[in-house]
């Protein structure tokens, strides 16, 4: 959803599969939080892929969407800190990533007149990791992670505690996203203009909408 975008003044992304894309490191994920359902459940690792690939199946048709990961492990029982604290012993994104220079440019062209912000669902010290590895860590004036308020997107009180915390009406804002329904949906219903993206290279069409470039 855009409007006009003459008054933006915060830009807010998300991080996984909006500023980088790594199938590696998505299966990586996928493995420790199967690992940590066959742990905590007592059973072996194949049985604990299958219940949880089977109850994020179950909780997307009682949502009719997508849910996160986090959501799935949720309703199996496992608080959010604990399966961050899998997640930040168990997934190593040194492996797969590294510096991104076209990433680097784009959000470095932005900074210089607009703010940037990071909102995602990941833990402050593995966000803090991939932020690094990509060499963007010194772009965004804050980043919003778990930690601030441990309730996973999409969530409208988190939204609203980070907008309180930015400042500024709805439309001085854009949100950026590669899942509609984790990311977007929400400020969308706050009339938040917002962009989804497929893909990294799709970032590049900020600089359009945004009047950069015509």
Same mark, same amino acid.
């Given at each position: 959803?855009?409007?006009?975008?003459?008054?933006? +003044?915060? *830009?807010?992304?998300?991080?996984?599969? %909006?500023?980088?894309?790594?199938?590696?490191?998505?299966?990586?994920?996928?493995? @420790?939080?199967?690992?940590?359902?066959?742990?905590? +459940?007592? =059973? /072996?690792?194949?049985?604990?892929?299958t219940l949880l690939r089977n109850s994020r199946k179950r909780l997307?048709?009682?949502?009719? $969407?997508? /849910?996160?990961?986090? +959501? %799935?492990?949720?309703?199996?029982? *496992?608080?959010?800190?604990?399966? !961050?604290?899998?997640?930040?012993?168990?997934? #190593?994104?040194?492996?797969?990533?590294? /510096?991104?220079? @076209?990433?680097?440019?784009?959000?470095?062209?932005?900074?210089?007149?607009?703010?940037?912000?990071?909102?995602?669902?990941?833990?402050?010290?593995?966000?803090?990791? =991939?932020?690094?590895?990509?060499?963007?860590?010194?772009?965004? #004036?804050? &980043?919003?992670? &778990?930690?601030?308020?441990?309730?996973?997107?999409?969530?409208?009180?988190?939204?609203? +505690?980070?907008? $309180?915390? *930015?400042g500024g009406p709805p439309h001085s804002f854009l949100f950026v996203?590669?899942?509609?329904?984790?990311?977007?949906? @929400?400020?969308?219903?706050?009339? =938040?203009?917002?962009?989804?993206?497929?893909?990294?290279?799709?970032?590049?069409? &900020? !600089?359009?909408?945004?009047?950069? &470039? /015509?």
């Amino acid at each position: 959803m855009l409007g006009n975008l003459k008054q933006v +003044r915060s *830009i807010v992304f998300d991080l996984d599969g %909006t500023l980088y894309k790594s199938d590696g490191l998505a299966k990586e994920i996928q493995n @420790v939080a199967a690992s940590l359902v066959a742990e905590t +459940r007592g =059973i /072996p690792l194949r049985e604990g892929r299958t219940l949880l690939r089977n109850s994020r199946k179950r909780l997307a048709e009682l949502l009719e $969407e997508e /849910p996160t990961l986090t +959501r %799935t492990c949720l309703t199996l029982g *496992i608080e959010v800190p604990e399966f !961050h604290r899998a997640m930040q012993a168990g997934v #190593r994104p040194e492996q797969y990533l590294g /510096p991104d220079l @076209v990433l680097q440019a784009l959000l470095d062209s932005l900074a210089g007149e607009w703010d940037l912000y990071l909102y995602t669902n990941n833990s402050l010290p593995l966000t803090e990791k =991939i932020l690094a590895l990509l060499g963007v860590e010194t772009l965004f #004036r804050r &980043i919003y992670t &778990i930690e601030f308020n441990w309730t996973p997107k999409p969530d409208p009180e988190t939204l609203q +505690r980070i907008l $309180e915390d *930015i400042g500024g009406p709805p439309h001085s804002f854009l949100f950026v996203g590669d899942r509609e329904q984790v990311d977007l949906k @929400v400020p969308q219903a706050l009339g =938040i203009p917002t962009l989804l993206v497929s893909e990294t290279a799709d970032l590049l069409q &900020i !600089h359009k909408i945004l009047g950069i &470039i /015509p």
